[in-house]
């Protein structure tokens, strides 16, 4: 079983930043992608930023330039740096993490919210 806990949501004003971190526990593979996505009210889950195991790393258009996601595989971390804030920034963002075998398993965090507000 893998375990995802999410930390580091909060108030911000726009042009601020955050950071956003996820550590996984458990049998999270050798070959994986390690993700955020987010949640408006009233909207879809959307995906924010993806990065693989293998180095490769992809954005939504709309945070593109402005979010920054790394990882840090000896502590089954991934991390999520926000820049330049924005209010349609605003959501309960979700950790994910797929581990990849003989068959894709799908994972998700908590939430932790994120409130970009003047």
């Known amino acids: 079983q893998v375990q995802l806990v999410e930390s580091g949501g909060g108030l911000v004003q726009p042009g601020g930043s955050l950071r956003l971190s996820c550590a996984a526990s458990?049998?999270?593979?050798?070959?994986?992608?390690m993700g955020w996505y987010r949640q408006a009210p009233g909207k879809l889950r959307e995906l924010v930023a993806l990065?693989?195991?293998?180095?490769?790393?992809t954005y939504a258009d709309s945070v593109k330039g402005r979010f920054t996601i790394s990882r840090d595989n000896a502590k089954n971390t991934v991390y999520l740096q926000m820049n330049s804030l924005e209010l349609d920034d605003t959501a309960v963002y979700y950790c994910?993490?797929?581990?990849?075998?003989?068959?894709?398993?799908?994972?998700w965090g908590q939430g932790t919210q994120v409130t970009v507000s003047l």
């Open positions: 458990g049998s999270i593979g050798s070959i994986n992608t």
């Open positions: 990065a693989t195991s293998g180095g490769t790393r």
């Open positions: 994910n993490l797929v581990r990849i075998s003989l068959r894709r398993d799908n994972y």
